[in-house]
Nanobody, 123 residues
């Protein structure tokens, strides 16, 4: 059974940092793009960041560029999202996902999704 399990969410003050992790099990994603998305209640799912299968390519939404860093450790089958300079508008549930392509930023190409982790940034 393939699973993606996020961790590292929580409550932080504005300007603070959090590091999200996404541990994959059931299969390796070493040859697949992975990404982070977020979705607030009643809103559309929003792309946050993506990383290619080997980590050579990364891409960020404008809203997080310069503040968030996506990385991966294929040996550990784990994806990370370092979030710095957090803002109240970053508050929502964050989801990790794995694509069936070596590189993608399109949600429709991401076949596996985690259950999400809540990030709350207080002002």
């Amino acid at each position: 059974q393939v699973q993606l399990v996020e961790s590292g969410g929580g409550l932080v003050q504005a300007g603070g940092s959090l590091r999200l992790s996404c541990a994959a099990s059931g299969r390796t994603f070493s040859y697949d793009a992975m990404g982070w998305f977020r979705q607030a209640p009643g809103k559309e799912r929003e792309f946050v960041a993506a990383i290619s299968w080997n980590g050579a390519i990364t891409y960020y939404a404008d809203s997080v560029k310069g503040r968030f860093t996506i990385s991966r450790d294929n040996a550990k089958n784990t994806l990370y999202l370092q979030m710095n300079s957090l803002k109240p508008e970053d508050t929502t549930v964050y989801y990790c996902a794995a694509s069936h392509l070596p590189w993608s930023t399109q949600a429709k190409t991401f076949d596996y999704w985690g259950q999400g982790t809540q990030v709350t940034v207080s002002s």
